[in-house]
């Protein structure tokens, strides 16, 4: 077979009409669906017999993954598949023919096997019937409501059983990665919830489009949001989030304090800083002081009071800016703690008549724990940070 394809690797092309290259293409698909059910019968029945045993390979998928340098997660993905098409003769049959695609089959599989025993192979069956109108895609939607045709009855429970099993699922593979590259930008990626990703995409979408596009920066671009204008609008969406709507974080609101000189602010080149390390152009700043409401970070002005004496125990909204902006972070050596996740902790204790003020020492949560442990002693180093030793 091999040999034979290999003919045709310098076969010309350039003399099929349009009508043949259709039918050629169509052909061709369909044949390496046929090739691929081939493939997956014998690495089923490779797995039967054992192969890659005699080699030392932990199991049939690995050996294959190693043979044909394809990499264990499609090699164990087929082989997955195989196995469930040696059970289910039918797909199986439909598949070996042409007339059921790998992607198709491959979410029949799933449809059919959350199913309940009795209805798995009448649902099967009408899938296959399907599969010669419908792609992948509009397959799994028919895939998950094959029961409101077979058992409508059954089909209510049976939706809200998988839905809640989805969703609890959903919930603990919730996640998000932020990575910073160094140049300039950071790269993420999450996985959300369905319901929730639906919001993030309508709220992005109304920012996207170009209605709102052309009346913010008088652009008129394509009706479908590009992944640019997407990610554009993420931005948006970041720095026009009502602050005060979000929880605080050690005492303070999760609201982006920018630091710049007065020169800055007025039309200055020099760049700002971010109460979270990073530094941004002074275009941007400006920016953000005109739409974002940033907060000021002048400290000690008239509009921030940063020493309330023995008024109040805990450290105020400003005093805890002010703190972060000076302090960066924890005190407590080697420990890189942000400041929205510190605690405000009082030089003199609150309890011993100490004052709450802007002189209050930001420590994360362990080492403001040690603080107070009389099993520990703290010292101040030269630089200001303060190490924690056993008391003996």
Known sequence: MQSQLAELSDVSLWSMSPDESAATLTAVTRLSAQLAELEMRVAEHAKTVGVGESVGATSTSNFWAHATHQTRTSAHGKMRLAVALAARPALRTAVAAGDVLVEQARVIVEAVEVLPAEHRDEAEAMLIKFAADHDAKALKVLGRRILDFLDPEAAEAHEAKQLEAEEREAARSTKLTMTDDGHGKVHGRFTLPAAQAAMLKKALLAFAAPKHRAAVDGSVGERRPSAERMGQAFVELIERYPTKLLPKAGGVSATVVVTMDISTLMGGLRAASLDTGERITAGQARRLACEAGIIPAVLGGKSQVLDLGRKRRFHSESQRIAMAIEQGGCNAEGCDWPPGLCHGHHPIPWSQDGETNKDG????????????????????????????????
Request: net charge positive.
């Open 361 to 392: 020492m930001l420590l994360c949560p362990h080492h403001h724990a040690r603080a107070h442990d009389p099993k520990f002693t703290m010292t101040k180093q030269a630089g200001g940070k303060v190490a924690f030793t056993r008391r003996t």
